[in-house]
């Protein structure tokens, strides 16, 4: 649509025509961003833009839907009816959190089948967390404390992003990841003041896990991460990784002595002149053989997004036999 000035003159002349017409609208598009607009589907934008943000929203969304297999995992095994109900809305606002972000990324020009397709062929990129086990009922707790807790605090400045469709289904998400949080906490809040030394055993042993794994999922340092420099530049991000770890880290390690849990770092320490607390090195190695698939569940947790794609196909067909019979019949009306 906005190559339309191309349509006249020899081809150099087309090149020429078409850079000065992209240049204006670039230069339009940047004087935008810097006063805070926002940028919404239909609007012109530059070709590297769109595709970071189909790259980062598409990763969102299947994180979010590979993110439900781990805890499905536990849905039969709620230590409680009241758990499992929540565990279950849990994973059912994961699945639609899902949805939301597959949904903002086809604004953008990609089909939700091109999407998946990524994914399950291993091209695409998830978070690198779900690609941990959950050994115990605790874990179910910890995810919820830490991974969602993470994710809230990665989330929260997207709601600002500049690309709107993608800040507006993070403000619902956003809203709910808070519950997912505050679920997790109380049930290891309930184990920790009301259970049996192995249960308390078992929520440390999961702390102890989760820990640094829920440090690596703000990223590499800035200093090393390859796309952050340009998407704080589009306002796709707001604020840079390390900034981010350290706020987690700050309110972590004051809810994990209420909790009273150990944090599994003899580094930690508040840091009075900062105003933060200190922390441990980050064993970056263990984060990047992780993300290039040789974490304890990547191929495990590929297989089951997979088969439950496959699984799934016959509920597709027939909910696509079903619209094409409405909509026969509401012609023929
Ligand atoms: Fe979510
Ligand atoms: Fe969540």
């Not at 670039?26 to 595709?51: C, S, T, V």
């Not at 874990?139 to 919820?144: H, K, M």
């Not at 409405?326 to 009306?333: H, N, P, V, W, Y």
Request: hydrophobic residues 40%; neutral net charge.
């Amino acid at each position: 649509m906005y190559t339309q000035a191309m349509d006249v003159g020899p081809r150099e002349e087309r090149k020429a025509v078409r850079s000065t017409a992209e240049a204006e609208l670039e230069a339009r598009f940047d004087a935008r961003i810097d006063d805070g607009g926002l940028i919404e589907a239909k609007d012109w934008m530059p070709d590297h833009y769109r595709k970071t943000l189909v790259r980062q929203i598409s990763q969102h969304a299947h994180s979010e839907i590979v993110g439900m297999l781990p805890e499905g995992n536990w849905a039969t095994r709620a230590p409680t009816l009241k758990r499992k109900a929540i565990l279950l809305a849990k994973i059912q606002d994961e699945g639609g959190h899902g949805l939301y972000l597959y949904a903002a990324a086809e604004t953008l020009g990609t089909s939700r089948d091109q999407l998946l397709d990524a994914l399950h062929s291993g091209k695409a990129k998830y978070s690198s967390i779900f690609n941990y086990s959950t050994l115990s009922w605790a874990d179910i707790g910890v995810i919820g404390w830490l991974v969602d807790g993470a994710a809230i605090m990665n989330q929260v400045p997207l709601t600002r992003c500049s690309y709107a469709p993608y800040a507006r289904a993070m403000v619902r998400i956003c809203r709910e990841e808070s519950f997912h949080q505050r679920q997790g906490y109380d049930s290891l809040l309930v184990m920790m003041q009301k259970g049996t030394d192995a249960q308390k055993a078992m929520v440390q042993d999961a702390v102890n896990r989760w820990w640094w794994p829920s440090l690596m999922m703000f990223g590499p340092p800035d200093s090393e991460s390859t796309h952050s420099a340009t998407s704080m530049r589009w306002g796709i991000k707001r604020i840079g990784n390390d900034d981010l770890r350290q706020k987690f880290i700050d309110a972590t390690a004051q809810q994990a002595q209420v909790l009273g849990v150990s944090l599994p770092d003899p580094l930690l320490k508040w840091n009075e002149a900062r105003g933060h607390y200190d922390f441990g090195p980050i064993d970056w190695s263990e984060f990047w053989r992780v993300v290039g698939g040789h974490g304890p569940c990547n191929a495990e947790r590929l297989a089951a997004r997979v088969k439950a794609w496959d699984d799934g196909a016959w509920v597709r067909d027939a909910a696509l036999a079903h619209a094409r019979k409405q909509s026969t019949q509401k012609e023929a009306a």
